[in-house]
């Protein structure tokens, strides 16, 4: 019978390490890299770590970033269009 809960811990580890050792090559000590972020967040969660280099490509999809309004407006403009 597998042991779950040993399981766990060891993947719980793992990620840890993996975690511990972005942080190491990415941050600042006492900084964490948050990947949904992108970016360096310091203890508190707010974050003024150093930023990686941003790549040349666009944006995906090849847009500039929208401010909320306008991704608002476009997706009530898609549905109208719709139906």
């Not at 970016?39 to 666009?58: F, N, S, Y």
Request: charged share 25%.
């Amino acid at each position: 019978m597998r042991d779950f809960a040993e399981e766990m811990r060891q993947q719980g580890k793992q990620k840890r390490s993996r975690q511990e050792m972005i942080n190491k090559v990415m941050c600042k000590p006492g900084y964490t890299w948050n990947e949904t972020v992108g970016r360096c967040l310091g203890p508190a969660g707010g974050g003024d770590g150093p930023m990686p280099e941003k790549p040349d490509a666009p944006p995906s999809g090849g847009e500039s970033p929208a401010g909320p309004q306008q991704a608002i407006a476009k997706e009530v403009s898609s549905r109208a269009m719709q139906g």
